[in-house]
């Protein structure tokens, strides 16, 4: 387990493209700025698990990735371009799989002492299905959550 520090050295903040994503990546990166901490901007996208019935045929894996690699950079860019990052460290990062899981687990394995998410992300079905990411998230990090609406 890792030791929290306060203020905070290391801010982990999750993005989805929706509205409540970049208000936390603002709030995160004016905690990040005021108390001269690194923060991480991460997006994390669920591949498909299925071709649910969708006419046509499947996209080859190639083209899946290349589809979930352009998602992940324009949820990046757009966050760049729309929050105030001056003078603040950090960093960009893109997963793949599981977003409460790959979270949780970058908190642990990365010394982050606080993770800023957005209230209720862009998955509807996600949070009708399994729950929101950010409910997964406070309940399995080791480090505390802040939830921004």
């Given at each position: 387990m890792t030791?929290?520090?306060w203020p905070p050295q290391h801010i982990l903040v999750g993005i989805d493209g929706s509205d409540q994503a970049t208000r936390a990546a603002a709030t995160a990166a004016d905690m990040a700025r005021t108390n001269g901490a690194r923060l991480t901007i991460m997006t994390v996208v669920r591949p498909p698990e299925g071709w649910w019935g969708i006419v046509g045929t499947p996209p080859t894996?190639?083209?899946m990735a290349r589809m979930?690699?352009?998602a992940q950079r324009d949820v990046l860019d757009a966050v760049e371009a729309d929050v105030d990052l001056t003078d603040v460290v950090y960093e960009l990062v893109e997963e793949i799989g599981d977003p409460a899981a790959i979270l949780s687990n970058y908190t642990l394995d990365n010394d982050v002492d606080l993770v800023i998410l957005g209230r209720q992300g862009a998955g509807l079905l996600e949070r009708i299905?399994?729950?929101?990411v950010a409910n997964r998230v406070s309940h399995?990090?080791?480090s505390p959550v802040m939830l921004v609406p």
């Open positions: 030791t929290t520090h894996a190639t083209a979930l690699e352009s299905m399994i729950g929101s399995k990090a080791p």
